[in-house]
């Protein structure tokens, strides 16, 4: 079993930063893509950055230029760096990985709330 541990989430004003973080814990075996995903209320949830064990990202093109993924493969850990944050940014954001062995986890989600 893994457990994945988000942080960083909170209430930031338009034009503002923050950084989410997620750890991974628990049975690891080596892990393969780190993601994370949002959901607003009342929309699906969706990709916002995705990153590889060899470091290939992608990113959601409503993010693009203004986030930025990175991983910690010893510390098993992915960050999401917000930058230039809207309203449109309000969700819950979920960690999810993928290990090699093709399960796939979910973090618990952590808020992002963008309102002046």
């Known amino acids: 079993q893994v457990q994945l541990v988000e942080s960083g989430g909170g209430l930031v004003q338009p034009g503002g930063s923050l950084r989410l973080s997620c750890a991974a814990s628990?049975?690891?075996?080596?892990?393969?893509?780190m993601g994370w995903y949002r959901q607003a209320p009342g929309k699906p949830r969706e990709l916002v950055a995705r990153?590889?064990?060899?470091?290939?990202?992608n990113y959601a093109d409503s993010v693009t230029g203004r986030f930025t993924i990175s991983r910690d493969n010893a510390k098993n850990t992915v960050y999401l760096q917000m930058n230039s944050l809207k309203p449109e940014d309000t969700a819950v954001y979920y960690c999810n990985v993928d290990l090699v062995t093709g399960h796939n986890y979910w973090g618990q989600g952590t808020q992002v709330t963008v309102s002046s």
């Open positions: 990153i590889t064990r060899g470091g290939t990202t």
């Open positions: 628990g049975s690891i075996v080596p892990i393969n893509a």
